[in-house]
């Protein structure tokens, strides 16, 4: 399996750092981004069409930034055309089968399969990289483009699929894998006429993929559950698209308001997609409620162990596991966290334990956390996007400063993360680490 090779330096070129004061009340209104997992398969979907796609509400990160170089490198190219909005153009495609260096930063480079496959019949790309939280295949997404009519094979590295034209045919997806049920509606968008997707993921992200394609011309019922009907058009226009809110990024705030007793607007937050992670934060007692605007979070009272365990959607979002365990390090009491999407996501409880957390794994998907812990500063990595954001989580609720390593991996993922945590009172400071 290829390891991750994101890029390991900030803006500067060097390596990164943030400084984190730990225990200022986070208090204020923050406004909640684009979905990182929304806006990367619009991006690739804009590949569908020759005519421009403009996407609105497009978070300003670095998997964003790999994802327009691989489009570059296709021949399509990516602007911003004001802040958050980019207008994709893909009147022809000169390449088909985009360099392993830029694949392998980011899982969702893989989706360019689906879109150049629907639209051109052909693509080539090697196994995608992204976080080192599991084996991660892509068997999923080879085995529809097989049932598609796609030819499968294997040239050095890369995957290859190959057709005259994709034939629509009922599919069931051996797991309902969220990367691999976007890939096989791309693709049968474009196909002859009519695909089933059967245990397709139901995540809000990929309702979200199925509106813009709607808003292209395609003809897609279903998305955001678990069968997913798709009558095959002939062409795909452009059009003008908005982004869903990051689910991930809201939830992220709402622990840190809980974590610091603090109280946060959270505004843009979607509530209507983040029912599991709401209903464990009360749970645990962080005050939350909806509002006009998102969700207000207060960390009034004290707070409770629980268990959870991560899920498919509308289960409780593997991407919020780390950051609950950060929260679970102040609740009082023995809490268990299961982990049922990834066999490899609780690396980050070994820097949890640097700070202080009494933290166990059994097996690598379970987590015994046992609270409440007075965290204490120190130095930690930050090892994938989520568990880069659990041991900022938890150094915010920490004793003294925590220097947060590798944090090329939070800025993949949350835009602007320490000026938004910094707007609502925390003291963070971003450093060029020169040893
Ligand atoms: N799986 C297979 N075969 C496949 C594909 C997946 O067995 O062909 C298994 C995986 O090994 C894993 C499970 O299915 O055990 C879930 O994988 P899935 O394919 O659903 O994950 P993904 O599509 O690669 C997306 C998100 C992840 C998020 C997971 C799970 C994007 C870009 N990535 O990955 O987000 O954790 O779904 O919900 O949408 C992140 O944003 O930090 C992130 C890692």
Request: proline share 5%; with cysteine.
């Amino acid at each position: 399996m290829l390891e991750d090779t994101g890029q390991r330096t900030g803006v500067a070129g060097l390596p990164e750092r943030i400084r984190v004061e730990g225990g200022h009340r986070l208090k204020g209104t923050v406004l909640v981004g684009g979905a990182k997992n929304a806006a990367l398969p619009c991006v690739a979907a804009a590949l569908l069409s020759p005519e421009p796609v403009t996407l609105h509400n497009v978070p300003e990160i670095a998997d964003i930034e790999t994802m327009f170089a691989v489009l570059e490198f296709l021949g399509a190219s990516a602007e911003r055309v004001a802040a958050n909005s980019i207008t994709v153009k893909a009147p022809e495609i000169t390449g088909f089968s985009p360099p392993t260096d830029l694949v392998v930063k980011n899982r969702a480079n893989f989706l360019i399969m689906g879109a150049l496959l629907g639209r051109f019949g052909k693509a080539a790309c090697s196994p995608p990289g992204g976080d080192v939280i599991g084996q991660r295949p892509v068997d999923v997404h080879l085995a529809g483009f097989s049932a598609l009519g796609a030819t499968i094979g294997r040239e050095g590295e890369k995957f290859t699929a190959q057709t005259d034209r994709l034939t629509g045919t009922r599919i069931f997806l051996d797991y309902p894998s969220w990367l691999g049920t976007e890939n096989l509606m791309m693709a049968a968008c474009l196909a002859r006429g009519h695909t089933t997707l059967v245990n397709a993921a139901c995540e809000p992200e990929v309702e979200c993929l199925g509106n813009l394609l709607n808003a292209m011309g395609a003809r897609v019922r279903g998305a955001g559950q678990p069968v997913i009907e798709i009558d095959g058009v002939e062409e795909l226009h452009g059009t003008e698209f908005t982004v869903i809110p990051d689910r991930f990024e809201a939830g992220t705030f709402a622990i840190a308001a809980g974590l610091t007793g603090g109280d946060v607007l959270i505004q843009g937050a979607a509530p209507r997609h983040m029912d599991a992670v709401i209903a464990k934060l009360r749970e645990i007692g962080v005050l939350v409620e909806e509002t006009e605007s998102g969700l207000h979070a207060r960390g009034e009272q004290d707070l409770s162990a629980a268990s959870l365990q991560a899920f498919p959607y509308p289960g409780m979002p593997t991407d919020m596991q780390p950051p609950f365990a950060a929260l679970l390090t102040q609740a009082s009491g023995v809490s268990y966290i299961h982990e049922r999407v990834f066999e490899n996501r609780m690396l980050y409880v070994a820097e949890l334990r640097k700070l202080g957390a009494e933290i166990i794994t059994t097996g690598g998907t379970t987590a015994i956390v046992t609270g409440a812990t007075q965290l204490v500063g120190t130095q930690v990595r930050a090892l994938d996007i989520r568990a880069g954001a659990a041991v900022v989580l938890a150094a915010l609720a920490a004793t003294g400063y925590t220097e947060v390593r590798d944090i090329y991996h939070l800025d993949r993922g949350y835009e602007r993360f320490e000026e938004k945590l910094t707007s609502l009172g925390a003291v963070i400071e971003r450093e060029i680490v020169v040893s």
